[in-house]
C-alpha cells in the first residue's frame, strides 16, 4: 500500500525558509521519527489553460491532421519521445516516460513544445505556429 506525502510550500527571505500553512507541517513532522528526507526547489508556475489548449488544438491537432492519428495516440507518442527521465533502478539506468501535466509552464513550452515544433517541421514538413 503506497502512503501519500504531503507536499509543503514556503518562501525564502535573506537564507531563512518560512512554511507556509506551519501548524499543518508540524503536524505531518509530529507523524514522524527517525531519518529524514529533505528536499527544497524553486517553485515553478504549473502550465497555464491556454497554455494547455494550444498544444492540444495546434501542436497535437495538426500532427493528428497530418498523420491520421487520433489526438490521444499522437500525445501519447509525443510523451515517449519528448517527456522522458532517466531513473537508477538497481544501478541501471532506465527511462521512464512522464506525464506532461509535472510539467511548469516553462518546462510544458520551452522544453516540451519546442522540440515538438522543430521535429514536427523537420521530419512532418509542418510548420507549427508559435502561439499568440
Known amino acids: 500500500m503506497s502512503r501519500v506525502i ?5 518562501a525564502v527571505m535573506d537564507g531563512k525558509l518560512t512554511v507556509h ?8 513532522l509530529g507523524t514522524l521519527k527517525g531519518e529524514v528526507e529533505i528536499s527544497v ?10 497554455q494547455n489548449r ?7 491537432g495538426m500532427i493528428s491532421e497530418d498523420t491520421g ?12 519521445k519528448f517527456n522522458k527521465q532517466q531513473i537508477m533502478i538497481k544501478r541501471t539506468l532506465q527511462e521512464v ?13 520551452e522544453e516540451y513544445w519546442e522540440p ?15 502561439p499568440e
Not at 500553512?21 to 505531518?28: A, M, T
Open 6 to 10: 504531503p507536499l509543503f510550500w514556503g
Open 21 to 28: 500553512n506551519r501548524p499543518e507541517f508540524d503536524k505531518y
Open 41 to 50: 526547489r524553486r517553485y515553478r508556475k504549473t502550465r497555464t489553460i491556454p
Open 54 to 60: 494550444y498544444y492540444w488544438k495546434v501542436i497535437v
Open 69 to 80: 492519428q487520433d489526438v490521444d495516440t499522437v500525445h501519447s507518442w509525443l510523451k515517449t
Open 97 to 109: 516516460v512522464m506525464s506532461t501535466t509535472t510539467l511548469d509552464s516553462y518546462g510544458f513550452s
Open 116 to 130: 515538438i515544433r522543430q521535429w514536427a517541421n523537420e521530419f512532418l514538413g509542418l510548420v507549427i505556429p508559435e
